[in-house]
């Protein structure tokens, strides 16, 4: 056991976990997307989902812990990957400059500590206007249920939290642009010849999301829904 | 091509020793040969530093040909400077322009502790191969050629792996200052071979566990390290490592 407790404190380990939960972020983040587009389908549909999500039950409960347990590890290791990597230069470059292609070094790369842990702080908020909402109810087909809908409406007329919002999934698209790209090679499922074509799913993966999440608030926003 | 002599403005790291603290001191140099090479200008340099009386410029090099990874140097903020394939050696001063300013800094980790100048000192490699980038099997007498088939491709693929001359320039270029490549490249040419067969696991371990040991930094995937690598060593030798490492976890 103690190899197996070794090698998850590796160099190899640390990213083969970060690359994991990493993907398993991006399936939760991609499910969530899907869930939000409900929206566009009238009140009946997200409101029905919403509550279709909660009567899950027990099911749902294990899934947020996983959830969790993947979100903490992934905090941590992307950290502990930053002060290591302060630790390996104390005395940096007066001049330095990327050799450019076939270097994967783009902004989003480098900027992964940054989008991050803005990442991290938007979740906090995040669930604190809407998981951790006290919502009104509304009544559909004779249940009662949380209206998620009317919640969303509301939050989105709000300019700050739009631009916010707008702003951060903008860096959501950035992490994931060099996230899912790195996690496959962190996962060693990487060959000469996939590299380019999975380096360019990232970027559509990425685009995709992001424009994704940035339809829903810009919409109830403009009035457009 | 031009042989009209070339003003160059240079900017070098200059460090009396280990624990000094060191600086950017300015040279101008205002009959630089076009074709003289990156160190050919350095020596041309040096000739006229202890002219003067001043302590020459600190740098390693050895063959001058590109193939044993000595020279060791950051140009304008790329290990051995722009040119794609290229050790700094190899470099030529056709490369830059009449007037160019030029940044010529050391190799800058943890892991490599600087000696004096530019000189580096990048033994942590050494100690990386010593723990287990060799085959430990007395072979006796040389095989004859044939005896044991390895099919083209991948005799192809470890010959690659094993062009890497072990200069660096992947962990000076990496911004993590990783030696993934490096050791990446080290473990995956025994990994397509017969003869890397029976200590692959311990290989794959050790190895990976003392790049760690000597502080290096870890690998966020940035692939810079491909960029500048002289030999051109793709970070598929980083994938192939991943692999080599977690396949030696199961028996």
Not at chain 1, 158 to 181: A, F
């Given at each position: 056991m103690s190899k197996f407790k070794a090698a998850l404190q590796s160099q190899v380990g640390r990213k083969l976990i970060t690359g994991i939960t990493g993907l398993g972020l991006v399936l939760f983040i991609i499910v969530h997307l899907l869930g939000n587009l409900s929206y566009f389908g009238g009140p009946e549909a997200i409101n029905t989902y919403s509550h279709t999500l909660h009567e899950l039950g027990g099911l749902l409960w294990a899934a947020r812990l996983g959830l969790l347990v993947f979100f903490l590890f992934h905090i941590y290791l992307g950290i502990s990957i930053w002060l290591e990597k302060r630790r390996a230069r104390p005395v940096g470059y007066e001049s330095y400059n990327s050799r450019g292609v076939p270097s994967r070094q783009s902004w989003s790369a480098r900027s992964m500590i940054i989008t991050g842990v803005i990442l991290l702080v938007f979740v906090v908020f995040h669930l604190n206007t809407f998981a951790f909402h006290d919502f009104q109810t509304t009544v559909i087909n004779g249940v009662e249920m949380h209206d998620v809908h009317a919640r969303l409406t509301e939050?989105?007329?709000?300019?700050?939290?739009?631009?916010?919002?707008?702003?951060?999934?903008?860096?959501?698209?950035?992490?994931?642009?060099?996230?899912?790209?790195?996690?496959?090679?962190?996962?060693?499922w990487m060959s000469r010849n996939s590299n380019p074509v999975v380096y360019s799913i990232a970027y559509i993966l990425g685009l995709i999301i992001a424009v994704g999440f940035i339809g829903l608030p810009v919409s109830i926003y403009f009035g457009l829904v | 091509m031009s042989d009209q002599q070339m003003t160059i403005h240079l900017k070098v790291w200059r460090q009396k020793g280990p624990n000094s603290k060191g600086e950017l001191v300015d040279y101008t140099m205002d009959d630089v040969n076009p074709h003289m090479s990156f160190l050919e200008m350095f020596d041309w340099l040096n000739e006229k530093l202890m002219k003067q009386g001043e302590e020459p410029i600190e740098f390693d090099h050895d063959c001058r040909e590109g193939i044993c990874g000595s020279c060791n140097m950051m140009i304008n903020g790329q290990a051995h400077g722009p040119q794609k394939a290229t050790a700094a050696c190899q470099l030529h001063m056709r490369q830059f322009s009449d007037g160019d300013t030029i940044y010529v800094e050391p190799w800058r980790a943890k892991a490599f502790p600087i000696i004096k100048d530019l000189v580096v000192d990048r033994s942590a490699f050494d100690r990386i191969v010593e723990a287990g980038g060799y085959v430990s099997v007395n072979t006796g007498g040389a095989v004859d050629a044939n005896a044991q088939l390895i099919p083209k491709k991948e005799a192809d693929i470890a010959f690659d792996y094993a062009t890497c001359i072990g200069c660096g320039a992947c962990v000076a270029a990496c911004p993590n200052s990783s030696a993934s490549l490096f050791t990446g490249a080290k473990i995956a040419q025994f990994a397509h071979l017969p003869q890397g067969e029976p200590e692959r696991k311990e290989r794959a371990r050790a190895m990976v566990d003392q790049m760690k040991e000597e502080g290096f930094g870890d690998c966020s995937n940035f692939a810079e390290c491909e960029a500048v690598c002289p030999k051109e060593i793709s970070i598929t030798a980083i994938a192939e490592m991943r692999r080599e490492y977690v396949k030696s976890l199961f028996d």
């Open positions: 939050v989105f007329q709000h300019e700050v939290y739009t631009i916010s919002y707008v702003l951060t999934m903008v860096l959501l698209g950035m992490h994931l642009r060099h996230g899912v790209w790195s996690s496959f090679q962190s996962l060693g | -």
